[in-house]
């Protein structure tokens, strides 16, 4: 059995450009990872088998399809391989901004290609993480990266590793169509090298269709300590990067609400 693990996606900015011709959008986004995260098992099988466990199972209960079954079966089409047996331990909750699905995705091409002795930068994985979703290639590069086009064309930067974060989800799911929909087509200027100046111009419309991210964000940014706090992704999300795991731990105690998810981790 080989066993992945899948941690959370962090956009510590994201910028977005413009709507492209072909219903995406063009993207300048920072990309960092924290130790956080789902697991992925595999292992070889007589016939193929799926199955999840972990705190939030049962939001993906029923699905007799989803990122990682499809993971799996590309790189059967594309790299050979037999049948195995998935599982998925869900830590994540689901549509939350950071990359969950994606994460397990990869964690998944990763456990097959080390399974069949495909090397890790073999440039099919890319391409089938690709066709999976925009943010697959980054949490299958599993590394900091500056990401442009859908967020598919990557350039490894060094990241701030052991760096205090708090991630909170204040307990809804927003669709990421519905937020893109609702970015109001307006290019605010390119990604910087500091993303402490950069933003998330997805944050407005993610507020406008769940006005509790601007409560999650307003708390965080009032906590001690905070480098910088900010939606990730198309949200719900947030995060904050603290100065010490002392005060992200107090943070984390700050912003315990019902309903609310957080988890206090570090930059990888």
């Known amino acids: 059995m080989i066993v992945e693990h899948a941690p959370a996606k ?19 986004t920072l990309f960092a990872f924290v130790g956080s995260g789902d697991v992925v098992r595999v292992a070889p099988a007589d016939e193929a088998a799926f199955a999840i466990t972990g705190p939030f199972a049962a939001a993906l209960s029923g699905e007799g399809d989803n990122l990682v079954t499809r993971a799996a079966e590309r790189f059967r089409q594309r790299l050979g391989g037999g049948a195995y ?11 939350s901004g950071i990359g969950g699905g994606s994460a397990d995705a990869a964690a998944t091409l990763r456990a097959l290609a080390r399974l069949n002795g495909v090397a890790l930068d073999d440039p099919a994985l890319f391409e089938i993480a690709d066709g999976l979703g925009s943010d697959v290639p980054a949490c299958l590069l599993g590394r900091t990266a500056i990401g442009r086009g ?9 990241g ?12 809804v799911a927003v669709s990421t169509a519905d937020v893109f929909r609702r970015w109001d087509g307006v290019d ?4 910087g090298p500091d993303p402490l100046e950069g933003r998330n111009d997805l944050e407005a419309p993610a507020v406008a269709a769940a006005p509790v991210i601007a409560e999650v964000l307003q708390i965080l940014s009032e906590q001690r ?19 010490t795991q002392a005060d992200c ?20």
Do not use: Q
Not at 188 to 191: D, H
Not at 258 to 268: D, F, I, Q, Y
């Open 10 to 28: 962090l956009n510590l900015a994201l910028h977005v450009r413009a709507r492209r011709p072909d219903g995406y959008h063009e993207l300048e």
């Open 150 to 158: 859908r967020g598919e064309l990557l350039e490894p930067v060094p």
């Open 160 to 171: 701030r590793p052991g760096t205090p974060v708090l991630l909170v989800n204040p307990g």
């Open 225 to 243: 300590g905070v480098m910088l706090s900010r939606m990730s992704g198309s949200g719900a999300t947030c995060f904050a990067l603290f100065d």
């Open 188 to 191: 605010r200027g390119a990604l």
């Open 249 to 268: 731990d107090a943070a984390r105690v700050a912003l315990v609400r019902p309903g609310w998810w957080s988890v206090a981790t570090a930059l990888r």
């Open 85 to 95: 047996a998935i599982e998925l331990e869900k830590h994540l909750p689901v549509a």
